[in-house]
Nanobody
Framework: QVQLVESGGGLVQPGGSLRLSCAAS????????MGWYRQAPGKQRDVVAS???????NYAESVKGRFTISRDDAKNTVFLQMNSLQPEDTAAYYC????????????????WGQGTQVTVSS
C-alpha cells in the first residue's frame, strides 16, 4: 500500500507565495517521476509540473518562472514552491507519483494524493 499526503495549501493574496508538500509512505522500493496537477471547479485536471527521478523538470506554460518543483528522495517527498500567485491559480492541487512498491514481487503503479486547496484572492 502506498499513500500520498499533500499539505501546504491555503488562502493567499495575489502576488503571494505558498509551498506545497507531498509525502509518500508505505512499502516503497523506488519512486520514479513525481508531479503536481490541479483542478479548478468545472475544469479537467491538468499537469502543473513534473520531475523525474534524475531531477529533470517540466512545467505548464502558465506557471513557468513562477513555480518550482523539487524532491527529497530521502524523505519520499515532492515540493511545489509557488510564487507570484494569481487568482487563476486557484484550484485543488494533487500530487502524483510513479512508485515501485511492495515486497517481492514488487508492484509498480501511479498513485494520487487526496488534494490540497489553494485559493488566491484579495
Amino acid at each position: 500500500q502506498v499513500q500520498l499526503v499533500e499539505s501546504g495549501g491555503g488562502l493567499v493574496q495575489p502576488g503571494g507565495s505558498l509551498r506545497l508538500s507531498c509525502a509518500a509512505s508505505g512499502t516503497i522500493f523506488s519512486i520514479y517521476d513525481m508531479g503536481w496537477y490541479r483542478q479548478a471547479p468545472g475544469k479537467q485536471r491538468d499537469v502543473v509540473a513534473s520531475i523525474t527521478s534524475g531531477g529533470s523538470t517540466n512545467y505548464a506554460e502558465s506557471v513557468k518562472g513562477r513555480f518550482t518543483i523539487s524532491r527529497d528522495d530521502a524523505k519520499n517527498t515532492v515540493f511545489l514552491q509557488m510564487n507570484s500567485l494569481q487568482p487563476e491559480d486557484t484550484a485543488a492541487y494533487y500530487c502524483n507519483a510513479d512508485v515501485l512498491a511492495g515486497i517481492l514481487p514488487f508492484n509498480r503503479g501511479r498513485y494520487w494524493g487526496q488534494g490540497t486547496q489553494v485559493t488566491v484572492s484579495s
